[in-house]
C-alpha cells in the first residue's frame, strides 16, 4: 500500500512513525506542509511538522498533543463502544471505528513514543445531527457525550471543543503548535458525506474553544 501520494516538485515527507506508514499523506500546497488525512476508523500519531485533517459528521476526532515532547495525533470514530473481542484487531483496523479503542491507541501512541500523561492537551470535535431520518439514536450526540465522558474518566478534560450542531466539519490539526482550523459545511444535504456514514454505521452494526480558527 501507497501511503504518500507524489506530486511534481513537493519536498520529500519526513518518515511516519512506525505503525502509521499506510496513512495516507501528500503535499498541501496551499499551507506548503505535508498533511495526513484520516478517514473513520483510522488514527494518526506524529512528531513532524505536518498538519492531519479529516472530515466529520456525527463522527468525533479526538486531537491530543504534548507540547512539551513534541508528539500528538488525531482519531476519528463512528460509535462509543465496542467490544473486548474486536480490541484485538489490528492499528487502524476496525477496533478503531469505536471511541473507546480510538481514545486508547491514540493515547497509548503518543505516550509509547515520549508522551507524557500529565502534559497532554486535549481537543474535541464534530458529533453533528447530519443523519436526520434515524429515529432510535442521535449518533452524533452519542459520541460527543462518550468523548466528554471518557475524558472526565480517565481524569482528562478539553481545553477546546466544537460539538454537535447539524453540520459536518473539515478538520486541520497541526500537532506541533496545537492550531486547529474547524471548516462547517454549511450545505444541509451533503450527500456524499450523509451517505457514507449512513454506510459505516450499517457495516458497525453488524457483527465482527482555545486556538480554533473557523475558516471559510
Avoid at 479503542?101 to 507524557?116: H, Q, T, Y
Avoid at 474518566?153 to 477546546?160: D, F, I, R, S
Amino acid at each position: 500500500m501507497v501511503s504518500f501520494i507524489k506530486q511534481s516538485n513537493a519536498p520529500v515527507p519526513e518518515k511516519a512513525l512506525r505503525g502509521f506508514e499506510g496513512i495516507n499523506r501528500y503535499w498541501d500546497r496551499s499551507r506548503e506542509v505535508f498533511a495526513a488525512k484520516i478517514l473513520p476508523g483510522e488514527y494518526y500519531v506524529t512528531t513532524n511538522d505536518e498538519e492531519i485533517l479529516t472530515v466529520l459528521g456525527s463522527c468525533v476526532s479526538a486531537c491530543i498533543r504534548d507540547p512539551a515532547m513534541g508528539i500528538g495525533g488525531m482519531n476519528h470514530f463512528m460509535l462509543p463502544v465496542g467490544t473486548s473481542d474486536e480490541s484485538r484487531l489490528g492499528l487502524t483496523s476496525d477496533a478503531t471505528r469505536y471511541g473507546n479503542f480510538a481514545m486508547e491507541r491514540l493515547i497509548n501512541d503518543i505516550l509509547k513514543n515520549g508522551g507524557r500523561r500529565e502534559h497532554l492537551e486535549i481537543k474535541l470535535f464534530g458529533g453533528g445531527k447530519v443523519i436526520q431520518h434515524m429515529k432510535e439514536m442521535d449518533v452524533g450526540a452519542r459520541n460527543a457525550r462518550f468523548a466528554l465522558e471518557y475524558l472526565q474518566m480517565e481524569g482528562l478534560h478539553a481545553v477546546a471543543k466544537d460539538l454537535g450542531d447539524i453540520y459536518p466539519r473539515k478538520v486541520i490539526y497541526m500537532p506541533l503548535t496545537g492550531k486547529v482550523m474547524v471548516k462547517r459545511l454549511r450545505s444541509l444535504h451533503n450527500e456524499t458525506i450523509t451517505q457514507r456514514e449512513k454506510s459505516y454505521l450499517d457495516t458497525l452494526q453488524k457483527p465482527v474553544a482555545g486556538d480554533i480558527e473557523l475558516f471559510d
